[in-house]
């Protein structure tokens, strides 16, 4: 079988998550991976095997590189979707696609003339158990639905520096939250509300809040709860509860071990 060539915009945090998986992935080879601080990444480096380069060009411009994950800032999205479409190059990009509707709109358009694949990094939608709960939903067993509840906790809150250029709370980390109540329900979002705070990094306030509490309501009436923290000392926490006419179907938070 033929290996897909890809290439990798930025080497953060999410960066090497995406790479390291990506080279023990046998159907995958990845030529290039591009990072403006490529200098200070000397270790990654060493652990993934390949050599990283600070030129994002070398990728646009390398005809054998099929499909590209962006992997960088959220203000440099949109320009690296549209050189990447124009290239006829597929595309994961993580989330947010922009800050804006009209930023977002530019790299929606570039990817639909293109005819190339784009796919946004909201991966729960492939987490097991909350699959398993959608297919409980379709298969009629909750009945019909009535609540949809997301508990989504963070670990620790990030620093004032990643927050800014995060786009926030809502863009940052609800938009995981929306995606899943959206794809639980299979249905559109009409009406929200919201009560939010910091009460866990207080260098943000005035710039972002940190704790949340999201209501909305769905076009058929029923209702979904979101509810939202930086910080949880015990560690990440992602649960669900889809209630319905018949039952309720729950996702505890998945713990490796107690």
Same mark, same amino acid.
């Given at each position: 079988?033929?290996?897909?060539?890809?290439?990798?915009?930025?080497?953060?945090?999410?960066?090497q998550i995406h790479a390291m998986n990506l080279v023990n992935n046998p159907n995958i080879n990845i030529k290039?991976?591009?990072?403006?601080?490529?200098?200070?990444?000397?270790?990654?480096?060493?652990?993934?095997?390949?050599?990283?380069?600070?030129?994002?060009?070398?990728?646009?411009?390398?005809?054998?590189i099929e499909a590209v994950l962006i992997c960088t800032?959220?203000?440099?999205?949109?320009?690296y979707i549209v050189k990447s479409a124009e290239k006829g190059k597929h595309i994961f990009c993580e989330k947010p696609v922009s800050l804006s509707d009209e930023e977002s709109m530019k790299a929606y358009k570039a990817v639909k003339e293109a005819g190339v694949k784009f796919q946004i990094g909201v991966n729960r939608r492939y987490d097991r158990n909350f699959a398993y709960v959608k297919k409980l939903i379709d298969d009629g067993k909750v009945g019909d639905l009535e609540l949809v509840r997301v508990d989504s906790r963070?670990?620790?809150a990030p620093p004032l520096s990643y927050v800014k250029s995060s786009g926030g709370l809502f863009m940052d980390m609800t938009i995981h939250d929306f995606d899943m109540a959206r794809f639980l329900t299979g249905k559109e979002v009409v009406e929200v509300y919201t009560q939010a705070t910091?009460?866990?990094?207080?260098? *943000?306030?005035?710039? &972002?809040?940190?704790?949340? @509490?999201? !209501?909305? *309501?769905?076009?058929? &009436?029923?209702?979904?709860? @979101?509810? !939202?923290?930086?910080?949880?000392?015990y560690g990440y926490d992602q649960r669900v509860e889809a209630f319905g006419s018949k039952g309720t179907a729950m996702v505890e938070n998945d713990l490796e071990a107690n």
């Amino acid at each position: 079988m033929k290996k897909l060539n890809v290439g990798i915009f930025g080497a953060g945090r999410i960066g090497q998550i995406h790479a390291m998986n990506l080279v023990n992935n046998p159907n995958i080879n990845i030529k290039r991976i591009v990072d403006p601080f490529a200098d200070k990444l000397k270790d990654f480096e060493e652990k993934i095997g390949i050599k990283l380069e600070t030129d994002p060009d070398v990728i646009f411009n390398d005809e054998e590189i099929e499909a590209v994950l962006i992997c960088t800032p959220t203000d440099t999205h949109v320009d690296y979707i549209v050189k990447s479409a124009e290239k006829g190059k597929h595309i994961f990009c993580e989330k947010p696609v922009s800050l804006s509707d009209e930023e977002s709109m530019k790299a929606y358009k570039a990817v639909k003339e293109a005819g190339v694949k784009f796919q946004i990094g909201v991966n729960r939608r492939y987490d097991r158990n909350f699959a398993y709960v959608k297919k409980l939903i379709d298969d009629g067993k909750v009945g019909d639905l009535e609540l949809v509840r997301v508990d989504s906790r963070d670990p620790e809150a990030p620093p004032l520096s990643y927050v800014k250029s995060s786009g926030g709370l809502f863009m940052d980390m609800t938009i995981h939250d929306f995606d899943m109540a959206r794809f639980l329900t299979g249905k559109e979002v009409v009406e929200v509300y919201t009560q939010a705070t910091v009460k866990c990094n207080k260098e *943000i306030e005035g710039v &972002d809040v940190d704790t949340a @509490i999201i !209501n909305l *309501i769905f076009e058929d &009436d029923s209702i979904g709860v @979101i509810l !939202n923290s930086r910080r949880a000392a015990y560690g990440y926490d992602q649960r669900v509860e889809a209630f319905g006419s018949k039952g309720t179907a729950m996702v505890e938070n998945d713990l490796e071990a107690n």
